[in-house]
């Protein structure tokens, strides 16, 4: 669950993202009675967390970033996406991008909002690191899935990436203080230095 301005964002698996007042949604709820807002089913279901970024350059609310945990064997695969919600019209949340890595699955993320960026923990693929300021919904046709989201894989977004030098399983990623750590399942905690800027 992810929790910020009253509001109360709960992963529920293959039945999506609820979106709750739990004092700052307008619907009189509170954390003791929160109330729906409305749920969003995103493409693929498995909805692992959240994150509801808060954009300080510009004030932008607009985006919740969705992991979805497909499956996997510890130490050689993993499967799942990053989701895009536009919750510009809060009780209509829409899904318009996402992020794919071939073979690769999220489990956790935690994002920069001072420089706009999303550290995710991709288990055998390390840890991927995206700009997610500006809009995150444009793109042109051939940058597309066939559902009309747009791959962020296609549009620059990837900014770096960490695949440690062995095989890696990362499950857990934090940002804090200008650092980024990271827990392998294979028995490591990796300490990488920020991205400066996206």
Known sequence: MFVRDGLLFTAEWNDGVGIWDIGGGGKGGTIS?????????????????????????????????????????????????????????????????????????????????????????????????????????????????IEGRCELSLTGRERAFFTGTVPVYVWGVHFVGGSVFASDMLGSIWKMRAVSRP
């Open 33 to 145: 009675a929160p109330v729906r807002i409305t749920r969003v089913l995103t493409y693929g279901g498995k909805v692992h967390n959240l994150w509801w970024f808060h954009d300080p350059t510009n004030g932008s609310k607009r985006y919740v970033f969705v992991g979805e945990e497909g499956s996997g064997v510890i130490g050689s695969s993993s499967s799942g996406d990053i989701h895009v919600l536009d919750i510009s019209t809060i009780t209509e949340p829409k899904e318009v991008a996402r992020y794919h890595v071939p073979n690769g699955g999220v489990h956790n993320f935690s994002v920069d909002e001072a420089n706009g960026l999303l550290y995710a923990a991709y288990y055998n693929a390390g840890v991927k690191v995206l700009n997610v300021r500006g809009d995150l919904g444009a793109c042109v046709g051939g940058q597309k899935t």
